[in-house]
């Protein structure tokens, strides 16, 4: 299968995007195919335009763009700069460049191609950068038609027991195992650009000091152990039948877990929370930038603390194994920061009041509907 992993590559939307650039617009005037073409600004100045795309270690890429220049000047100096990148967009090697010297374009299309080196083993990103070089009184240039073409990339799906010793990257989406009997171990950094589906029981990450990356939504079928520093910037579900344990996890979009859940290092949710498992734990703090809910008859014991939104809780907040009260702060107050909030509190014939406080220190008591 060949992935052209460049975005819009031939303008036919009409628009730059997913490129970004300076000194560039769109063209309907002169194309290669299709309708539309880029085109640098002639003439002084140095003008760039690029596009980063997700790769994996050792692949290699054909890449291909069509060149062409509008007027009847000289048309100025361009290069073609591929270079790979790592999960912080640092450089971590050159895969291609192509220098087109001044003078060498006409009005007529020229296809420039080129093979790249392979993605060494810290990349998970490639730039391609176009760039004009200032020339003065130099013809405008288009560009049409632009590809980086990946053999067997995309979507990847290992069935059965896997595990990778090393770090493991997908550009498209991933299935790891096929039923809650397989394990799934990854001992180093993982990144995926789609989403993830894991069969079997799951470790992320072998230390503290692995980044795993997950940009699609994450379902888990098994349990899952977090070993390493965890970003889902989806939704993540995890279906597993005992303790899912993290060290240290982020997520961005709804967070649910259907049976128990236990924190030993940091986790903030900034999705909607839910804890449907009996017995949830937090060693240590947790924030819940929305809301966090805590469904059937499950306790919460906390040795840590939970910060956030709103906490819906049907079972148990305590600081012991088997709580005795409801709720349970130890060395502490509850507060509630907002402006005329309070307690809802149920009376014996089950009519709901709001306990909160006005300007002047008194408990005012409202009912709820």
């Known amino acids: 299968m060949i992935d052209n992993r460049i975005v819009n590559g031939g303008f036919e939307t009409g628009t730059i995007s997913p490129f970004s650039g300076l000194g560039v617009s769109i063209r309907n005037t002169m194309s290669h195919s299709g309708n539309f073409s880029i ?80 993605a060494p083993s810290t990349a998970r990103r490639a730039r391609v950068l176009f ?80 980044i795993v990356e997950v940009r699609g939504n994450e379902t888990v079928q098994g349990n899952l152990s977090v070993g390493g520093n965890t970003t889902i910037q989806g939704e993540l579900t995890v279906n597993g039948n005992t303790n899912f344990t993290i060290d240290s996890l982020t997520t961005t ?14 986790a903030e949710f900034q999705g909607i929370t839910s804890f449907f498992g009996p017995f949830t734990v937090f060693v240590t703090t947790v924030y819940a930038d929305n809301n966090l809910i805590v469904g059937g008859s499950g306790d919460v014991i906390g040795s840590g603390s939970i910060q956030g939104g709103t906490l819906e809780l049907s079972g148990f907040l305590g600081g012991g194994v088997v709580p005795d009260e409801s709720l349970r702060v130890q060395n502490g107050h509850i507060a509630i920061l907002g402006t005329g909030q309070g307690i809802i509190l149920t009376a014996p014939n089950n009519s709901r009041w709001l306990v909160s406080v006005n300007n002047s220190g008194n408990l005012i008591t409202t009912p709820v509907s």
């Open 39 to 118: 085109g640098f600004t002639g003439g002084s100045g140095t003008f760039s335009f690029s596009q980063l795309v997700n790769v994996t270690p050792g692949e290699t890429f054909e890449f291909l763009a069509s060149l062409a220049k509008i007027n009847s000047f000289t048309s100025p100096p361009i290069s073609i700069n591929i270079s790979y990148l790592d999960s912080s967009n640092n450089t971590v090697g050159t895969a291609l460049t192509i220098t087109i010297p001044s003078g060498r374009l006409t009005n007529n299309w020229v296809e420039v191609y080129g093979t790249t080196s392979p």
């Open 131 to 210: 760039t004009k070089q200032s020339q003065s009184g130099s013809a405008t240039v288009v560009v049409d038609d632009v590809a980086l073409l990946a053999v067997n990339g995309g979507s990847s799906g290992p069935i059965g027991d896997f595990t990778v010793g090393g770090n493991l990257a997908v550009n498209g989406s991933a299935q790891l195992g096929s039923s809650l009997s397989d394990l799934v171990n990854v001992a180093g950094s993982e990144a995926i650009a789609g989403d993830l589906f894991v069969g079997g029981t799951t470790l992320l990450g072998n230390t503290l000091s692995d």
């Open 253 to 266: 979009g709804d967070f649910t877990v259907g049976e128990n859940f236990q924190v030993n290092g940091g």
